[in-house]
């Protein structure tokens, strides 16, 4: 019973045009297509074929060919699939011609990856997001497709009820537009009072990116095991998909000297990511420009990593991350073959999050990178026991040893409580 209520709900046929242009992103257009193919599993789309057209450019009615049609026509008839999707974005009156020519639901990239998106989303702002994206991608798609509402007239007195509906659809989208980006306004004031906060703890914040699927979850949450106060609960969605995890988690976690310091998971990046959709998410990436350092997570077993590295590093640079220290972190080695030469970049580490290999390594790395800190020995009179509570609440003590004048203790301090208890540091 339990398997029938996850039925996949459509199946449908794939379609992409080759235009034999090198991408920035895929080393072949095969890779484009699996590509749509993951996008598609990710949002519990059964695939049940693919169909693909070399072309020089678009047929202005249905970005394929005429001949194309007629054939996805059949195919669909005999595969009984319930939808169409385009690797490609398709206009307003492109998305209705192909309907009506093949006389199933199509959608294109755009419209999948938003779907996915509306399905992930968990907080409000994040729901807001993807609705504004939506709506800012539907808008001019109502538009477009108006064009057959009003052939039998122009101008005053030629306006049919088709016309009139449609300015009205139109009203109410940029009115509720309006509506949303007003409210995520108010969201983004918060943030930042938020992170104002953030800033004034002066606990360091490390933030991870990454191409979508790159396993950053999983090493979110086996730092988390890090610290402390470490519970599951914690812990962030992990599902290897596409777009499993969207809205940014922030939580603590400690460094092996047991200095504290800020964890923040972002949404994942994935090549040609629909304009709308990058601007209804840059202020939720904008957590990354405040951070201390950036482990730029790498799904290493992929065979066009490099590429998917390019898209991020775009991503990073548009949002404008500015002079902040980044780390590549080659995700998944243990997926990979024994004779995979390792980088010996001070700015580079192979990892597996899965089975743990290497973190410690990685751990140390971001703590030199991040931390400060000073290696001093302390005694702290028996008087002052707040002053010895808050260190073991706040670093992790290497040595404690009860003296006649007091509590001595060994420990990495930053600059701040340096300077705060020099008259009990008694050596450096």
Known sequence: MEQDKREVCYSAILVGVDFGKKSEVFAKFEDSMKELEELAQAAEIEVVGQMTQPRDSVDVKYYIGKGKVEELRELAENMEVNLIVFNNELSGSQLRNLEEGIGVTVIDRTMLI?????????????????????????????????????????????????????????RRIQRKIFEIERELKEVKH????????????????????????????????????EHKEYTEEKEVFVKNMLFATLDTTLRKSQLPNGMEYLLTDTVGFVSNLPHDLVNAFHSTLEEIKYADLILHVVDVSNEKYDLQMNTTQHVLKEIGVGDIPIVTVFNKIDLLEENFVISKESNKISI??????????????????????????????????????????????????????????????DETDYHKYRDNIIEE
């Not at 918060?190 to 979508?212: C, D, F, H, M, W």
Request: aromatic letters at 6%.
């Open 114 to 170: 938003l779907d996915i998106f509306a399905k992930r989303a968990r907080t409000g702002e994040g729901k807001l997001q993807v609705e504004l994206a939506q709506l800012k991608y539907k808008l001019p798609r109502l538009i477009n497709s108006s064009t057959n509402l009003s052939r039998t007239g122009a101008g005053i007195g030629a306006r049919g009820p088709g016309e009139k509906k449609l300015e009205t659809d139109k």
């Open 352 to 413: 597996s999050a899965k089975t743990g290999y290497h973190k410690q390594e990685l751990l140390e790395k971001i703590q030199s990178i991040v931390c400060k800190n000073r290696r001093v020995t302390m005694l702290i009179p028996y008087v002052d026991g707040s002053v010895l509570n808050d260190l073991h609440n706040k670093y992790r003590i290497e040595e404690e040893v009860y003296e006649e004048q007091g509590t001595k203790v060994v420990l990495s301090v």
């Open 190 to 225: 918060n943030r930042e009072v938020q992170r104002k906060g953030r800033l004034k703890s002066e606990l360091p914040i490390v933030a991870l990116a990454g191409y979508t699927n790159a396993g950053k979850s999983t090493l979110f949450n086996e730092l988390l095991k």
